[in-house]
């Protein structure tokens, strides 16, 4: 009965560490992976533009025009210069800003960081 009892607690100890184990696969692949395959095939598709040197993406555009001006540039300014609307415009001041690359001067002024 004893020898029993050693093997299910063995047993056990195996089972708790591989749902370990998946547990960490699972927080690795969530944090590694994109969550759909269209969102895969957009990023491959994006690197392969920006190797090719043809279009610049959004995010080079703004980190560009911003760059070239020393005082900074306002909204209005960025909008007229990048030809970009006001909800991608903000999604990339959004994500520029997040990553150090450019700073707010003052309200709704961008300087390179």
Excluded: C, F, W
């Amino acid at each position: 009965m004893k020898k029993i009892e050693k093997e299910i607690s063995a047993v056990a100890k195996k089972i708790a560490a591989l749902g370990r184990q998946l547990d960490r696969i699972a927080t690795q692949i969530s944090k590694g992976k994109p969550k759909s395959t269209a969102a895969k095939k957009t990023g491959t598709a994006a690197r392969t533009r920006k190797k090719a040197g043809k279009k610049a993406s959004l995010v080079d555009q703004v980190i560009h025009v911003i760059g070239k001006a020393k005082k900074g540039l306002n909204i209005p300014a960025l909008k007229k210069k990048t030809g970009l609307g006001d909800r991608q415009l903000s999604n990339v001041l959004y994500k520029l800003t997040k990553k150090g690359i450019v700073k707010t001067e003052a309200r709704g002024i961008y300087i390179k960081g």
